[in-house]
């Protein structure tokens, strides 16, 4: 069993940033893949970003040159810098890692951008 633990959610004004943390449980070097989601209101879950335990990253179009992320894995934490936040950002964010003992989400966390 594993937790995913996400912080540093908020609101924030369009054009602003805010860097989420996602912190494991178990060690970093088990997970192969970790990554970001988020889910708005009344729409579906959808992809933000992934990392690979090799540090490839993949993005979704409406986040590319906006959102970074990387990942710690001697901190087992993976964070996802985002600039340039847009009204359309706003969502629950959950963090997902891909282990060796399964697949798991974190709690979500909230965050609105609106002026």
């Known amino acids: 069993q594993m937790q995913l633990v996400e912080s540093g959610g908020g609101l924030v004004q369009p054009g602003g940033s805010l860097r989420l943390s996602c912190a494991a449980s178990r060690s970093a070097f088990n997970i192969y893949t970790m990554g970001w989601y988020r889910q708005a209101p009344g729409k579906q879950r959808e992809l933000v970003a992934t990392i690979s335990s090799d540090g490839s990253a993949n993005y979704a179009d409406s986040v590319k040159g906006r959102f970074t992320i990387s990942r710690d894995n001697a901190k087992n934490t993976v964070y996802l810098q985002m600039n340039s936040l847009k009204p359309e950002d706003t969502a629950v964010y959950y963090c997902?890692?891909?282990?060796?003992?399964?697949?798991?989400w974190g709690q979500g966390t909230q965050v609105t951008v609106s002026s």
């Open positions: 997902d890692a891909t282990t060796v003992w399964g697949h798991y």
